[in-house]
């Protein structure tokens, strides 16, 4: 069935290094992958996505790639600050055969930024 | 709205008891879904609307979860004859849809069967 692996579930770094949180999904239909960050008790914020017709992409210390032929796609955050703790979920669609799709998520990653 | 918005925040339930979760989407947006969150897991599908209309209820549970969006707009989950296994936070997201996917998520609603 529809399924999204990730790993690690925990990731802990020291601030200013780098954190690569990886993920796999199963239906080779899936072309949209949206990374959420989700603080303790609030809810789930989008902070980056990618569509399968793209590569890589970036925005600021946030960088997502995806490798459809492996069905991976991974999240790269630079220069971590304390602020980028949180748990981190990766997303792959489900289509409809429509023009809205399903959100599979992955199972989390806790990262803990030690200052 | 500013956003999405979800009510009560927190529900506590004696096993048995029947209720009923709102969500407020953001103006304009097509697609609702619910999603169930339980502790250290990511968000599970449950169901999802466009419009008024239920177009995938394949993720709930069982025949006691039953969700409604009559207008297009405002969506309400309710649980019948609630059990512990219930328990999780209840995640309402919606999405402009027509190709536009990007999906902003409620605060949710934690519920607590007791």
């Known amino acids: 069935g529809e399924n999204v692996e990730q790993h690690p579930s925990t990731l802990s770094v020291q601030e200013g290094d780098s954190a690569v949180i990886k993920c796999t999904y199963s239906?080779?239909?899936?072309?949209?992958f949206p990374w959420y960050k989700q603080e303790l008790g609030k809810r789930p914020q989008l902070i980056i996505d990618?569509?399968?017709?793209?590569g890589e992409k970036k925005d600021q210390r946030i960088a997502v790639t995806l490798n459809k032929t492996a069905k991976h796609f991974s999240l790269h955050i630079t220069e971590t600050q304390p602020e980028d703790s949180a748990v981190y979920f990766c997303?792959?669609?489900?289509?409809?055969?429509?023009?809205?799709?399903?959100?599979?998520f992955g199972t989390g990653t806790l990262l803990a930024v030690q200052p | 709205g500013a956003g999405v918005s979800q009510s009560p925040r927190y529900k506590v339930a004696k096993r048995g008891q029947d209720v009923a979760l709102r969500c407020d989407p953001i103006?304009?947006?097509?697609?609702l879904f619910w999603y169930q969150q339980a502790l250290g897991q990511g968000p599970e599908f449950l169901t999802y609307?466009?419009?008024?209309?239920?177009?995938?209820k394949s993720g709930l549970p069982s025949d006691r979860f039953f969700a409604e969006r009559p207008e297009g707009s405002v969506s309400t989950l309710k649980i019948q004859r609630t059990q512990q296994e219930d328990s999780a936070v209840y995640l309402c997201?919606?999405?402009?849809?027509?190709?536009?996917?990007?999906?902003?998520f409620g605060s949710g609603t934690q519920l607590s069967v007791l």
């Open positions: 990618i569509r399968s017709n793209v």
């Open positions: 997201a919606s999405s402009l849809g027509w190709g536009d996917e990007k999906l902003f």
């Open positions: 609307f466009q419009n008024e209309a239920q177009l995938d």
């Open positions: 997303a792959a669609s489900i289509g409809y055969g429509g023009a809205t799709n399903k959100l599979i």
């Open positions: 239906d080779s239909a899936s072309n949209y």
């Open positions: 103006s304009g947006h097509v697609s």
